[in-house]
């Protein structure tokens, strides 16, 4: 079953909001085994519409299509509809008694374009909407199913779960099921993690690899179907168990997990605390920390000294030392992770001193950035690293920098 979900509405081109629902209607359709094979997103414009119907109809066996069927000239789903199925539109009598009903109960005059709402595909199974006004419709047509739901996202969900998902595991012989989980990797990059799992991806069938880069970190994306769900896990474990031999000391976790929760976890685990010291990151290190459940047990708190004068009166950063080597340098870094640690009776602190940008500081280019690790009371540690991008994307991979080491020197 070649299953496409067709967005309408210039909105989500604009990106004015996102598709949320062909994102819900896809996790949806996977816990019962149907595969999706295109996401459309189309303006209103009926031509445009008309020709994505008509693309949907030549490649997929199942189109569930949502908005466009509101009561307003920019909603053109249903004139879109008549073109390709070549049915006419009636009006629901059942619909439009429940719009008037509406109006007459709130007191208020129906605007004649309200009646739009009722009309449906002559022969279509309607689906009656109780969370609002344009109902769903089931149409066969030539050997194709198509689906028609409002736009809204409560609207469209309460119907896809009280009768278009029930009517899809009656009506169709689902032959497999699919499972899915992302294993997420920090520290290697996308391309030499490619590189390293090549074999296994060439060999792929199933479960199918896709390697997915996202800021500072590399996913990889796990999908099987079995005749049961045990089965397909069971490929997908067995997949990943190679993947892990290959790149497992890059691996911090699966699924929705983020590095700083992995970090925190691993800090409760050994009993240690943690704190922090910041310049350029203006505590976004520590704010994602304390985000977290459970941060309390690990964390003692932070410091944020932007200037010079703050990490010479709050750090006890030397003057001398500010003088000759300036505090976007590896021994102001070390300063501020060896002083933080002292100074809030921590195990562990993190320093963080660089150029967000988008002008010099100090002589130093936008993107360099020094990061300080004092853990225990083993030798200080700094690391140096020139981020590329804008001021807001250098400061959130310094950060994220910061995690990943934190994460490998923990796991140890």
Not at 139 to 165: A, C, Q, S, T
Not at 277 to 289: D, I, N, Q, V
């Amino acid at each position: 079953m070649r299953t496409e979900i067709i967005g309408v509405g210039t909105e989500l081109l604009l990106g004015q909001i996102a598709n949320t629902n062909a994102q819900w209607i896809s996790s949806r359709l996977a816990d019962y085994g149907i595969p999706v094979y295109h996401h459309t997103v189309v303006g209103d414009n009926l031509d445009r519409v008309t020709s994505s119907f008509k693309n949907a109809q030549k490649r997929s066996d199942i189109i569930i299509i949502t908005g466009g069927l509101g009561p307003t000239e920019d909603d053109l789903t249903r004139d879109a509809g008549k073109r390709v199925l070549g049915l006419n539109l009636v009006e629901h009598r059942e619909t439009m008694d429940k719009i008037q009903s509406y109006y007459d109960r709130n007191q208020r005059t129906m605007t004649v374009n309200n009646r739009k709402q009722s009309l449906v595909f002559e022969g279509a199974n309607v689906l009656p909407n109780l969370e609002g006004m344009a109902p769903g419709q089931w149409i066969n047509r030539d050997g194709v199913l198509w689906i028609f739901l409002p736009g809204v996202p409560g609207e469209m969900k309460h119907l896809m779960e009280e009768y278009v998902l029930p009517r899809l595991q009656s009506n169709f012989q689902v032959d497999s099921q699919i499972v899915s989980q992302m294993l997420r990797f920090i520290g290697i990059g996308e391309s030499d993690l490619e590189t390293k799992l090549q074999t296994l991806i060439t060999q792929q069938t199933n479960p199918t690899i896709a390697p997915l880069a996202s800021e500072g970190e590399v996913g990889v994306r796990l999908t099987a179907t079995g005749a049961t769900t045990a089965e397909a896990w069971k490929k997908v474990e067995n997949l990943k168990e190679q993947i892990l031999n290959h790149v497992g000391q890059y691996y911090y976790g699966s699924d929705d997990i983020t590095v700083e929760e992995k970090v925190r976890d691993l800090l409760k685990a050994k009993g240690l605390t943690i704190g922090s010291a910041e310049s350029f990151t203006g505590g976004k290190f520590l704010e994602r920390l304390v985000s977290l459940p459970g941060a309390s047990n690990v964390c003692q708190g932070g410091y944020i000294a932007y200037t010079a004068e703050m990490k010479e009166k709050v750090l006890q950063v030397s003057k001398l030392l500010i003088t000759t080597y300036g505090t976007i340098s590896n021994q102001c870094a070390e300063v501020m992770a060896r002083n933080t640690q002292s100074l809030l009776g921590v195990d562990i602190a993190i320093s963080f001193t660089g150029v967000a940008g988008p002008d010099q500081s100090e002589g130093q280019e936008p993107g360099k950035v020094f990061i300080g690790l004092q853990i225990g009371d083993e030798k200080p540690e700094v690391y140096e690293y020139h981020f590329h991008g804008g001021r807001d994307q250098v400061r959130t991979r310094a950060v994220k920098k910061g995690y990943e080491l934190l994460f490998h020197r923990l796991k140890k």
